[in-house]
């Protein structure tokens, strides 16, 4: 009798064993430094909101492009002929993030998040669903965003 609940214990741990295996091997591997660059792109989000165009920029890399609508914007573009525009959406139209995921190669890491953006701007009624790519680099003051991608449609009922 001992022998048939060895065996079985034994068969039990192994199979559970594969099937931790086989489900981290199809799993995202873990970025190392996650809360890191989560920090980082939601500060982004954090200091626009807030009215703050210096914090903005702090955490943007000097050669960062600002990808949106069919059209790419340098650091400098962006700050001087965008940010006053973005600051002021993200102030008057709340977002809410429904996924991200966050990868990590070396000094390079890339976030990807979906958001719904409801409320009004300009007089004129916005409920969207947005997805946002942003790409960064770790660099001696933290991580920096080099890449912001955004694209948007508006939410199906």
């Given at each position: 009798?001992?022998?048939?609940?060895?065996?079985?214990?034994?068969?039990?741990l192994?199979?559970?064993?594969?099937?931790l295996?086989?489900?981290?091997s199809?799993?995202?591997?873990?970025?190392?430094?996650?809360?890191?660059?989560?920090?980082?792109?939601?500060?982004f989000?954090?200091?626009?909101?807030a009215?703050?165009?210096?914090?903005?920029?702090?955490l943007?890399a000097?050669?960062?492009?600002?990808?949106?609508?069919?059209?790419?914007?340098?650091?400098?573009?962006?700050?001087?002929?965008?940010?006053?525009e973005?600051?002021?959406y993200?102030?008057?139209?709340?977002?809410?993030?429904?996924?991200?995921?966050?990868?990590?190669?070396?000094?390079?890491?890339?976030?990807?998040s979906t958001?719904?953006?409801?409320?009004?701007?300009?007089?004129?009624?916005?409920?969207?669903?947005?997805a946002?790519?942003?790409?960064?680099?770790?660099?001696?003051?933290?991580?920096?965003?080099?890449?912001?991608?955004?694209?948007?449609?508006?939410?199906?009922v």
């Open positions: 009798m001992k022998r048939i609940q060895n065996t079985y214990a034994i068969t039990l192994a199979s559970a064993s594969l099937i295996i086989a489900g981290i199809r799993g995202e591997p873990a970025a190392a430094d996650a809360a890191a660059i989560t920090s980082a792109a939601e500060d989000h954090k200091a626009l909101a009215g703050k165009p210096d914090q903005v920029m702090a943007l000097p050669d960062a492009l600002i990808i949106e609508g069919g059209t790419v914007q340098t650091h400098d573009e962006y700050q001087h002929e965008h940010l006053a973005d600051i002021a993200a102030r008057a139209v709340p977002s809410t993030q429904r996924s991200i995921v966050v990868r990590q190669e070396g000094n390079v890491a890339w976030v990807t958001f719904s953006v409801t409320g009004s701007f300009e007089d004129k009624p916005v409920d969207n669903l947005a946002e790519t942003m790409v960064l680099t770790k660099t001696p003051v933290g991580w920096r965003i080099r890449t912001i991608h955004w694209s948007s449609h508006r939410a199906r």
